[in-house]
């Protein structure tokens, strides 16, 4: 990545601007300085009362591999059952493998008025991939891509302390921006994958996670390939920007 700027308020907004969640990573590792220099930044992350409620969970080579691999196999039964009709769901019940065991749900219905940034938002993904409206599986293969970190080799779990509610999730998600701003920064690439957070066990077994914290975020982290889908910019609506109306 190139800059082209010189006062620091240029440079933090070209490298907030020019950050992309990226969907296809070359295989090449990160080097273990590179890696907690990044890690060093994002634990200046500002929190409630500097409590730093968060904490990670870092998976490369053969862990990596194993939670990867896992994470498919739940992930082709979950969708064996939505495809195999009642007897599908049936089994999936019975079996419960399959089931969606994360600590917060990742499965619910999208408020009405985030619908049409969320649809533009895949729509905009599934063109620059080159996949069609209605086809179902070429999605489903697209989504099975983030339990394969997209190709990253590494791999950051984050967990968030069930203690102070809300506000720890609130911390964890800044603690989470920084990590990705300082990443970009380093010349790393990363994807936030709240996808991840689907399936616990298979991270809990290969991980000691102290009792309180919960698991709420994946991120993959290495370095992006040329591949066309890391040129996908869904840009950002300015309407964001305009302030909630006063009651005067
Ligand atoms: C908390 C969080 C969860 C996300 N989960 C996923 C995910 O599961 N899979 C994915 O491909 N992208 C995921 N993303 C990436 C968003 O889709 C992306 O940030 C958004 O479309 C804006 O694009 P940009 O990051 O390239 O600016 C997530 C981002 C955040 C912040």
Same mark, same amino acid.
Request: charged letters at 20%; one cysteine or more; glycine letters at 8%.
């Given at each position: %990545?190139?800059?082209? =700027?010189?006062?620091? &308020?240029?440079? #933090?907004?070209?490298?907030?601007?020019?950050?992309?969640?990226?969907? /296809?990573?070359?295989?090449? =590792?990160?080097?273990?300085?590179?890696?907690?220099?990044?890690?060093?930044?994002?634990?200046?992350?500002? &929190?409630?009362?500097?409590?730093?409620? +968060?904490?990670?969970?870092?998976? @490369?080579?053969?862990?990596?591999?194993?939670?990867?691999?896992?994470?498919?196999?739940?992930?082709?039964?979950? %969708?064996?059952?939505?495809?195999?009709?009642?007897?599908?769901?049936?089994?999936? #019940?019975?079996?419960?493998?399959?089931?969606?065991?994360?600590?917060?749900?990742?499965?619910?219905? +999208?408020?009405? /008025?985030?619908?049409?940034?969320?649809?533009?938002? !895949?729509?905009?993904?599934?063109?620059?991939? !080159?996949?069609?409206?209605?086809?179902?599986?070429?999605?489903?293969?697209?989504?099975?891509?983030?339990?394969?970190?997209?190709?990253?080799?590494?791999?950051?779990?984050?967990?968030?302390?069930? !203690?102070?509610?809300?506000?720890?999730? #609130?911390?964890? !998600?800044?603690?989470?921006?920084?990590?990705?701003? &300082?990443?970009?920064?380093?010349?790393?690439?990363?994807?936030?994958?709240? =996808?991840?957070?689907?399936?616990?066990?298979?991270?809990?077994?290969?991980?000691?996670?102290?009792?309180? +914290?919960?698991?709420?975020?994946? #991120? @993959?982290?290495? +370095? =992006? &390939?040329?591949?066309?889908?890391?040129?996908?910019?869904?840009?950002?609506?300015?309407?964001?920007?305009?302030?909630?109306?006063?009651?005067?």
């Amino acid at each position: %990545m190139t800059l082209s =700027a010189d006062t620091p &308020s240029e440079i #933090l907004s070209q490298l907030i601007r020019t950050r992309r969640s990226i969907r /296809d990573f070359l295989p090449q =590792a990160i080097p273990e300085k590179l890696l907690n220099e990044v890690l060093a930044d994002a634990n200046w992350s500002p &929190s409630w009362s500097n409590t730093q409620p +968060y904490r990670i969970a870092i998976a @490369s080579g053969a862990v990596r591999a194993k939670i990867s691999s896992e994470l498919c196999s739940l992930f082709d039964l979950g %969708m064996a059952a939505q495809n195999g009709g009642a007897l599908g769901k049936l089994r999936l #019940l019975l079996t419960r493998r399959g089931l969606p065991d994360g600590d917060f749900s990742t499965q619910f219905t +999208y408020p009405e /008025d985030l619908q049409p940034k969320r649809r533009a938002t !895949g729509a905009g993904l599934y063109e620059v991939l !080159g996949i069609g409206r209605k086809d179902i599986a070429a999605r489903d293969k697209q989504m099975r891509r983030n339990f394969e970190f997209f190709g990253a080799p590494t791999v950051i779990f984050l967990f968030a302390h069930k !203690g102070l509610h809300e506000f720890s999730i #609130l911390d964890a !998600g800044i603690f989470l921006n920084t990590l990705m701003l &300082s990443a970009h920064a380093h010349g790393l690439a990363t994807c936030a994958q709240g =996808a991840l957070a689907t399936w616990a066990s298979p991270i809990r077994s290969e991980f000691k996670i102290p009792e309180p +914290y919960q698991l709420i975020c994946g #991120l @993959s982290i290495g +370095y =992006a &390939s040329e591949s066309a889908v890391n040129n996908f910019n869904p840009g950002r609506s300015d309407a964001n920007l305009l302030q909630i109306e006063s009651q005067k």
